[in-house]
């Protein structure tokens, strides 16, 4: 059967058809075919895995169930006091066209090579990097950006990555009550690899290695860098380098010798 000279898979319940679209592998740069409907997909010239991460679904239902203009600063405040309960020493709201994603930024996950490329699907090159962030820049309009305040030796240290897996836990949490607000689209980013944080005693990544599903879909969430977003830009942004911002915890204040770990959630 055929609607809008699209197949249609036989018992696939979709109100929208799936249909194809052309991409490049972020790899090699072999043009490649993703169906609108499929979650991941592999380059036929590197087996290079890519995610699909603009679907048919979010395009049918974007802005569908949204709250209405004169309820979005309540519903940031909102998520923002989530953030903060939830344990991050900073977080505040934005528009999501302050954020600036750079090539030259995604491409150092590459050269020189970063310890964790192409260990998960949500790190390079099985992601459509800037391309795909600025895609979703041109429809989002606001974003949240949290920080956990850490002292350095915590950052150079085993603990490290207990504060990665709040970090991560956190942006979800806000990207799920985000969407429960009606922002289905909403999506969030971490830092670090998801590999190293959730799943470093395991052999592999599931999806990768054996193209099954990943064993922390709650919490484990795509690293900023390898989709370019300029960190530093942000923190000018919030002018968090400066002290200055009003949903900073008070312990949080003036400590020394402190580095920070962030995420952001773009909600839309």
Not at 10 to 25: E, H, M, N, S, T
Not at 230 to 255: A, C, F, H, P, Q
Request: charged share 25%; proline share 5%; hydrophobic share 35%.
């Amino acid at each position: 059967m055929k609607l809008n000279n699209h197949p249609r898979c036989p018992g696939l319940d979709r109100v929208i058809d799936p249909f194809p679209k052309a991409y490049l592998c972020p790899r090699c740069g072999n043009e490649i075919e993703i169906w609108s409907d499929e979650q991941i997909t592999k380059c036929s010239s590197c087996n290079t895995v890519i995610q699909n991460e603009s679907s048919q679904f979010d395009e049918g239902v974007k802005n569908s169930s949204s709250p209405n203009g004169n309820e979005i600063a309540r519903i940031l405040k909102e998520l923002v006091n989530l953030a903060l309960k939830l344990g991050a020493s900073g977080a505040t709201a934005i528009s999501a066209k302050d954020i600036s994603v750079e090539d030259d930024l995604a491409n150092l996950c590459r050269e020189p090579h970063c310890e964790n490329y192409g260990l998960s699907l949500s790190c390079p090159p099985h992601v459509r990097g800037p391309l795909i962030f600025r895609e979703w820049l041109r429809v989002m309009e606001h974003a949240v950006i949290i920080k956990i305040d850490v002292p350095i030796e915590i950052l150079h240290s085993d603990e490290r990555r207990d504060i990665m897996r709040v970090l991560h836990e956190i942006v979800a949490e806000i990207e799920s009550s985000a969407v429960g607000y009606g922002y289905s689209n909403s999506k969030a980013f971490a830092g670090g690899s998801c590999k190293k944080i959730f799943c470093r005693d395991d052999p592999g990544c599931r999806v990768l290695i054996e193209g099954g599903e990943c064993r922390h879909p709650q919490h484990a969430r795509p690293s900023m860098s390898g989709f370019g977003v300029n960190v530093s830009k942000l923190m000018r942004v919030t002018e968090w380098n400066m002290k200055r911002d009003v949903n900073v915890n008070k312990d949080d204040i003036n400590r020394a010798s402190t580095g920070m770990v962030c995420g952001l959630v773009l909600i839309g």
